[in-house]
T-cell receptor, first 112, second 114 residues
Framework: DAGVIQSPRHEVTEMGQEVTLRCKPI?????LFWYRQTMMRGLELLIY????????DSGMPEDRFSAKMPNASFSTLKIQPSEPRDSAVYFCASSTTSSQQFFGPGTRLTVL | KQEVTQIPAALSVPEGENLVLNCSFT??????LQWFRQDPGKGLTSLLLIQSSQREQTSGRLNASLDKSSGRSTLYIAASQPGDSATYLC?????????????FGTGTRLTIIP
């Protein structure tokens, strides 16, 4: 298996633009997680899905952030409109329920 | 609210030495505990998952122990190598099967000196 796949790996955009991050979990995993990592706040869980259903989105910072999982093999995290303080590395991870989480390589987002 | 602490924040040791990384958590009602490593500019790699019913878990030169009652876990690395240099993070979920919201520690940045 190729592991968790994320795209793009790097994204540079201007404030106010819409940003869409993509994730393909490991086949057979039924849980998917979106994390954000910054120097100031460390690693934070934004939202996670189980069997394509959002279970906990309490970490989503604002209404500007939204996440979807239309099927078992694809998820998106959208920021609209983006702001400079959204600059961070965004990770997607997947697992089978309550097992080890496997992380993707991350998307480094820079909002100018 | 669960808080996870890792001390020290950074550690440097000569190659070949054995070392211990520490992880403390405030709420001992955990389901399991996971250790990760993160290389600069990369994602996290899962190293070991230790269930609450276990006291330790081993993988190669790595050994993780768990003492729920004292809220502590250690990651022991034997015969350290330069390739072990990375940031090591521990993480715990709440004590309910199926609730997978991990709380991460801030990590220990390990440097192995050749």
């Amino acid at each position: 298996d190729a592991g968790v796949i994320q795209s793009p790996r790097h994204e540079v955009t201007e404030m106010g633009q819409e940003v869409t991050l993509r994730c393909k979990p490991i086949s057979g995993h039924n849980s998917l997680f979106w994390y954000r990592q910054t120097m100031m706040r460390g690693l934070e869980l934004l939202i996670y899905f189980n069997n394509n259903v959002p279970i906990d989105d309490s970490g989503m910072p604002e209404d500007r952030f939204s996440a979807k999982m239309p099927n078992a093999s694809f998820s998106t995290l959208k920021i609209q409109p983006s702001e400079p303080r959204d600059s961070a590395v965004y990770f997607c991870a997947s697992s089978t329920t309550s097992s080890q989480q496997f992380f993707g390589p991350g998307t480094r987002l820079t909002v100018l | 609210k669960q808080e996870v602490t890792q001390i020290p924040a950074a550690l440097s040791v000569p190659e070949g030495e054995n070392l211990v990384l520490n992880c403390s958590f405030t709420d001992s009602a955990i389901y399991n505990l996971q250790w990760f490593r993160q290389d600069p500019g990369k994602g996290l790699t899962s190293l070991l998952l230790i269930q609450s019913s276990q006291r330790e878990q081993t993988s190669g030169r790595l050994n993780a122990s768990l003492d729920k009652s004292s809220g502590r876990s250690t990651l022991y690395i034997a015969a350290s190598q330069p390739g072990d240099s990375a940031t090591y993070l521990c993480a715990v979920p709440p004590n309910s099967f199926g609730n997978e919201k991990l709380t991460f520690g801030t990590g220990t940045r390990l440097t192995i000196i050749p």
